[in-house]
């Protein structure tokens, strides 16, 4: 399995949204890292996220992202 670039960079966008409480979330403004715009754009598609500029994770980002962390953890032990 080969990871794209758009796929690590939707990893990275994943991992910088709060996972304390589901209230909070993220808005990626037009000044914002241009790689991380796009994979917002890329995410909202895949309703991971609610706007495509940021928002909230949904159920399934929550999920993505609850995975994403569990894979880096154990990479990084």
Do not use: C, W
Request: charged share 25%; net charge negative.
């Amino acid at each position: 399995m080969k990871l794209s670039t758009e796929l690590v960079q939707e990893l990275e966008v994943l991992s910088l949204f709060p996972r304390e409480s589901t209230q909070m979330g993220l808005k990626f403004h037009h000044d914002a890292v241009p790689e991380h715009i796009a994979a917002a754009k890329r995410l909202f598609k895949k309703q991971l996220i609610s706007l495509e500029d940021g928002g909230y994770l949904t159920d399934l980002g929550i999920e993505a992202a609850d995975h994403g962390q569990a894979l880096l953890n154990i990479l990084q032990s």
